[in-house]
């Protein structure tokens, strides 16, 4: 029996380095998966934050608007619509366009935002001693870097996922190349509000039936209709809030 033990503690040395380098390509083998479940679990808290976000409404939209001086009218025929952004400033006998939004959303499930026209940067009114409307330029209600776009384009979400007849989840724009450097201004602008590129539409024949339905040539993007409204919802509440009656 002492032989026989002693027989065994020897085959149990002899086998113990080929334990250790099991034991250490377990540990290698265990920190990636580890680092997976991390990751996995990051991913799904930020999902989880952006699934629970109370989403911004139409009226939200329209309410920021008023707060600010403005107001956001809506006309809409069907899937067709076009959203204006309305401002009455001091002495005005009638409202001024200070941008707007149309479009359509189809059956297929993706909106077509035909454009995002905004015309207080668009030279509409210019900052120029020369330009009698200088003074009234200054006093046109300003916004945050993202400016009068962000508040029409979540204006156009809300109305997609509120009202219009079909139900679209995603959204494409064409951001159009007039010049290089506008061009590279416009997807720059949309990616931060969080646009994606679907696809370059160029001047070929490849790209014949974009230019058809886009009209022009440029970068395609899209962007998730809910996804957007709630990344944008605290925003959009907290615009103009200084400027809100006291209850």
């Not at 001086?69 to 400033?89: D, F, I, K, N, S």
């Not at 046109?140 to 400016?147: A, Q």
């Amino acid at each position: 029996m002492a032989l026989g033990s002693l027989h065994c503690l020897v085959l149990a040395l002899v086998a113990a380095p080929s334990v250790g380098v099991s034991s250490q390509s377990m540990r290698s083998s265990v920190q990636p998966t580890l680092r997976a479940a991390r990751l996995r679990a990051s991913v799904s808290g930020v999902a989880t934050v952006a699934a629970t976000t109370e989403p911004v409404m139409l009226g939200d939209v329209k309410a920021a608007a008023e707060r600010l001086g403005c107001t956001l009218q809506v006309q809409a025929t069907g899937p067709v619509y076009r959203l204006e952004l309305l401002w009455c400033g001091p002495g005005d006998a009638q409202s001024s366009i200070l941008g707007y939004s149309n479009g359509f959303t189809q059956p297929t499930g993706v909106a077509h935002l035909e454009s995002i026209q905004i015309r207080r940067f668009s030279g509409y009114w210019q900052r120029s001693r020369l330009n009698p409307e200088a003074d009234r330029y200054a006093k046109v209600p300003k916004f945050d870097k993202y400016g009068l776009g962000l508040l029409l384009s979540v204006g156009v979400a809300c109305w997609i996922l509120e009202e219009c007849p079909f139900s679209s989840q995603r959204a494409e724009l064409l951001a159009i190349m007039d010049s290089p450097k506008q061009h590279a201004t416009l997807v720059r602008y949309y990616r931060r509000l969080g646009f994606s590129t679907l696809r370059e539409v160029g001047d070929g024949f490849g790209s014949f039936g974009d230019q058809i339905l886009w009209g022009g040539v440029g970068t395609l993007m899209s962007i998730d209709v809910d996804t957007f409204r709630r990344r944008w919802s605290t925003a959009i509440r907290g615009l103009g809030a200084a400027n809100a009656p006291s209850p």
